[in-house]
């Protein structure tokens, strides 16, 4: 409970707390609820996803109910069936523990840099089309697995935020695009670990499906000058 | 961009009866918050200004993440209450005072190689006789 109220103070105190410059430097610096307004969608993403984590892991804010991961994460697919409809949105508020559910809060926090550029509702667009596109890495698995989190939005989230810009050159996109992919390196290491769920792996094909997603989406509708010219960043 | 593409940009850009003084490189720093926050993430609030010198005023021109000018702000020499300028070893702090109520701070090179644009005593110079230095 104290790791709960701790994430939560700080997720919320960062968020609000830190408020960036105005873009020009003309204009007068931001108020609490213009800086509230640019970043409620990240907000309230982290705040849902930690309530969530809060009640399956029976409020020790540790580890996942068992019972609650198998019936709320996404359990393989049956012959192209899936074995509980609802579990495409319920996987993606599902984490194991602690240490796989507060990178994401994290990295959640830091792309409310790109709701600040593009606003709430293309920011909750990229993330959930990255979501949902993650889930196609199921496919890609011979055994039963259970897939749950939800780092593939995080993933093209994060490729959104470079490459999601009005009017860039064929070039200037390829070398935002080296810099995630630099990033992602540097950040997203492969890891196996053990848990009491049992052997735990990195979705890295759910992460490449993500950014695939934002990508395609993000070059399908351009974001516009008028949307990208917000009074901060 | 490159020194030649910059000059042409800045004096396209550049009024009726406005002439160039000078213009030179300069960066603001991150806020050391961040660091602590986001670790070498911060890095990327780093911003990256050039700064031309006119008769008429000072222009702020940021760079976006591929060096191109993006944001332009443009400040009349008395819309600078006061520059706070500290000379180090190789870079030149300068921390404008605007009217407005802000204030920008910004490390500018003095020393470096030749493709790097400095910022020459002739714009201080400048500077110094338009704007309240300290």
């Known amino acids: 409970m104290i790791l709960f109220l701790i994430s939560l103070l700080l997720y919320i105190g960062c968020l609000l707390g830190y408020k960036p410059d105005p873009k020009s430097l003309k204009d007068e610096p931001i108020s609490f609820m213009e800086n509230f307004s640019q970043v409620k969608a990240s907000l309230f993403t982290g705040i849902i996803l930690i309530i969530t984590f809060l009640v399956t892991t029976n409020f020790t804010f540790l580890h996942v109910n068992q019972t609650l991961f198998s019936y709320f994460g996404l359990s393989g697919w049956k012959g192209l069936t899936l074995q509980l409809p609802f579990q495409i949105v319920t996987h993606l508020f599902i984490h194991v523990d602690v240490i796989h559910f507060l990178p994401n809060l994290a990295a959640i926090g830091v792309l409310s840099a790109y ?14 089309v990255s979501s949902f596109a993650s889930i196609l890495s199921l496919f890609f698995y011979l055994e039963e697995a259970v897939s749950c989190g939800i780092s593939g939005g995080i993933f093209g989230l994060a490729v959104a935020y470079f490459t999601d810009h009005p009017g860039l050159t064929l070039k200037e996109w390829l070398l935002a695009l080296a810099v995630f992919v630099l990033l992602v390196f540097v950040f997203s290491a492969s890891q196996t670990r053990i848990t009491f769920l049992g052997k735990i792996e990195i979705d890295h094909i759910a992460h490449v499906l993500g950014v695939i997603a934002a ?3 993000c070059k399908w509708r351009p974001v516009s000058i008028q949307q990208n010219d917000f009074k901060s960043y | 961009m490159k020194r030649e593409e910059l000059t042409a940009t800045i004096q396209q850009s550049l009024v009726e009866g406005e002439s160039l003084i000078g213009f030179f490189y300069a960066q603001q720093q991150f806020k050391i918050g961040l660091w602590f926050l986001i670790g070498s993430l911060a890095a990327f609030t780093l911003k990256h200004y050039y700064t031309v010198v006119t008769t008429h005023g000072i222009h702020f021109y940021q760079m976006d993440l591929w060096g191109k000018l993006g944001q332009h702000d ?12 500290r000379q180090g070893f190789l870079r030149t702090s300068l921390e404008y005072f605007f009217e407005t109520g802000r204030t ?3 490390r500018s090179p003095h020393k470096g190689l030749k493709h790097i644009l400095k910022l020459e005593e002739s714009v201080i110079n400048y500077l110094k006789a338009h704007v309240l230095v300290a």
């Open chain 2, 74 to 85: 443009f400040f009349r020499y008395s819309e600078i209450q006061r520059i706070k300028m």
């Open chain 1, 115 to 128: 709701e600040r550029r593009v606003g709430a509702s293309r920011f909750l667009t990229v993330l959930l």
């Open chain 1, 215 to 217: 990508i395609v989406y």
């Open chain 2, 104 to 106: 920008l701070k910004l």
